[in-house]
């Protein structure tokens, strides 16, 4: 049977194609590989995610040059497993947590090379090397500004009686109160908070439904007076929103109230949330003791005040959207003050009482 010339001639062309490919993904540098993969990473995790792993293998590729072999002009069939043992190495001056998760990127760009046949990779060598090489981070208590985080919301809280000269100061000011309580009353994260719409929250259930960390749908709880600091805030911004001529439900919870957006309702970037947070600490401690109040300081508040409250763990684990209880029981401990009421009700009152019995 005579073969088809249009035939060969097509399969000729799709094998130069292939070949062409392969060649010029030998030629691919590792930098473009990198850039690749944080592609991937961008797409399919969050944004903070996709930071935290663009520092980390930025980082390696550091490391990488330091050994001489530069990311920009090596190609990528020259990078050796033996490179994740330097990183692993130059990591130990850094924190532990830092060091986990810059390692968790650069076994994620390996993995990644592995799926895109861009290299002959032993992943469970890789794995060992790692294992073999990286600390186990010891369990840290949070610490628990409490009070600090009371005093605070109870300057935010005096907002509402408040006179302000132009209604952007006031609009600020009531927007600040209701996220900082939103915040304390919640467990949400900033990030979490600044993606907020009107539309998503249950006003009569007093309730919204996210997608938290991990890309997960949770169902968030509201209290009565967050509830109500929300609805101040948003009875001031009526007219604001209602000038957009965009439905009410598809407006930020939470929006800029700067220059830079004018009259339109942006949403409020998590920045300015860390920016709200260091602020009225400051406003609240003094420049010295806002330091040691972070955003997060807010989800501390939240998970030990149900703790507190309740004494239940599994409820705080379930409220405070902690996959694994472990995470939860960190919180489950005395504070030193009542360590130390403890200790002398045992020790001090009992002595006092055996004196007085002899």
């Not at 990311?71 to 050796?80: A, D, F, N, R, V």
């Not at 650069?106 to 790692?130: Q, V, Y």
């Not at 000038?243 to 957006?261: E, I, Q, V, Y």
């Not at 040691?292 to 239940?312: A, K, Q």
Request: proline residues 3%; contains cysteine; hydrophobic residues 40%.
């Amino acid at each position: 049977m005579t073969k088809n010339p249009i035939n060969l001639i097509i399969l000729m062309v799709s094998i130069s194609i292939i070949i062409i490919i392969i060649e010029i993904e030998e030629i691919m540098s590792i930098l473009d590989f990198g850039g690749k993969y944080l592609d991937s990473i961008k797409l399919a995790r969050s944004e903070n995610t996709f930071l935290a792993y663009s520092n980390g293998i930025e980082l390696f590729f550091s490391v990488l040059k330091e050994r001489w072999i530069d990311p920009e002009k090596t190609p990528i069939s020259e990078l050796k497993e033996e490179s994740v043992t330097w990183f692993a190495a130059y990591l130990k001056n850094f924190s532990t947590a830092t060091e986990k998760l810059y390692l968790q990127a650069t076994k994620g760009f390996f993995e990644f090379l592995s799926a895109e046949n861009a290299l002959n990779i032993n992943l469970p060598r890789i794995k060992l090397l790692l294992k073999q090489r990286s600390r186990r981070a010891g369990i840290r208590l949070p610490q628990f500004p409490r009070e600090s985080i009371e005093k605070i919301i109870e300057l935010v809280d005096s907002y509402t009686n408040c006179e302000y000269k132009q209604t952007i100061d006031k609009l600020r000011a009531l927007r600040d109160r209701a996220f900082l309580i939103t915040l304390a009353d919640t467990g949400l994260r900033v990030s979490e908070a600044c993606k907020l719409r009107r539309g998503e929250i249950d006003w009569n259930e007093g309730r919204a439904i996210i997608i938290g960390k991990g890309d997960k749908e949770a169902i968030i709880r509201f209290s009565n007076r967050s509830m109500q600091a929300l609805k101040d805030y948003l009875n001031i911004r009526a007219k604001m929103d209602g000038s957009t001529g965009l439905p009410l439900a598809s407006l930020p919870l939470f929006a800029r109230h700067d220059k830079g957006a004018g009259k339109k309702t942006k949403p409020m970037t998590t920045t300015t949330g860390r920016n709200i947070v260091a602020e009225q600490a400051r406003k609240a401690l003094g420049n010295e003791v806002e330091r040691n109040i972070t955003p997060h300081s807010f989800r501390h508040y939240f998970v030990t005040t149900v703790l507190r409250s309740s004494g239940n763990l599994k409820l705080a684990q379930e409220l405070a959207r902690h996959t694994n209880i472990s995470v939860t029981q960190r919180y489950a401990h005395l504070s030193d003050n009542e360590l130390d009421q403890g200790y002398s009700n045992i020790f001090d009152e009992n002595k006092k009482n055996l004196k007085m019995t002899h």
